[in-house]
């Protein structure tokens, strides 16, 4: 695709850079899958991952199909997620449970205390919230507008500068990495789903597509993309993320090497 000609050198430039780290993302994650040991999970989703197998159909939950599972879900409820029998299936489970979920993200959102954290904790709040009064349209593009605003503007900072400060990164590296693949790993699915938008420079029109997209709910409201399971997701995003960052902020400020 010509991004130059549809949106000028500068915003094309930015959307080829995307696309490269998401690229570079996608395939040093793919890695990851082959070395992630279980102790670097989070808490809830150690107990799942206790043999081989398991951590490798976990994996596949997490980077192929992108459904997110991280510090939002109880043990049990990733269990019954993970182990239903194809995509679909554990969208459903997801859904079925997400009374206990809801309230898991309320509890992990209160748990992220971290001061340069805060805007985004209350922006979640808000979309939680929203959520729960039936409006799951706003909730979904406020949840996703906090985790774009992360990789787009703060990730340098808050990521990794603030972790190089307090202990040398070749110490580091594989064991950020580690612990944050099953947070990223789904974010990344839904960057890499894209959406197009309206015909434009002799493109056909193309529906956006239904599984959580970055791309679609920030460009394309549409009903394929607005729905409640995907707002769920998207809370469980958000909510995970704030999390992964409230647990390396303590560690950058309390551990060396």
């Known amino acids: 695709m010509d991004f130059t000609s549809l949106f000028g050198d500068s915003m094309a430039d930015s959307f080829r850079e995307n696309a490269r780290q998401i690229l570079d993302y996608l395939e040093r994650t793919r890695k990851l899958q ?50 239903a029998p194809n995509r679909a299936a554990r969208i459903e489970r997801l859904w079925s449970r997400r009374k206990g979920i809801l309230s898991r993200c309320a509890e992990g959102l209160d748990s992220v205390t971290a001061a340069h954290l805060g805007h985004s904790v209350e922006l979640a709040r808000q979309a939680l919230e929203a959520y729960q009064h039936g409006l799951h349209g706003p909730a979904q593009a406020q949840a996703m507008a906090i985790v774009d605003t992360h990789y787009t503007s703060h990730a340098p900072q808050s990521t990794a500068n603030a972790v190089k400060h307090a202990r040398p ?53 549409h009903p394929n993309q607005y729905t409640k399971r995907n707002a769920l997701q998207a809370l469980v995003m958000v909510t995970s993320l704030l999390r992964l960052l409230q647990d390396e902020h303590r560690r950058a400020a309390f551990t060396r090497p």
């Open 169 to 221: 990164m070749e110490h580091l590296q594989g064991k950020v990495d580690n612990r944050a693949f099953p947070v990223h790993a789904p974010i990344a699915r839904a960057y890499a789903r894209k959406y197009l938008g309206s015909p434009t420079q002799g493109r056909e029109a193309e529906d956006p597509p239904r599984e959580l997209s970055r791309h679609a709910t920030i460009h394309g409201t």
């Open 34 to 83: 082959r070395d992630l040991a279980p102790d670097t999970l989070p808490q809830n989703l150690q107990e799942y991952a206790a043999t081989p197998e398991a951590r490798a159909l976990l994996y596949e939950v997490l980077f192929d199909d992108g459904i997110p599972l991280a510090f939002a879900l109880s043990s049990e409820t990733v269990g019954a997620v993970v182990d």
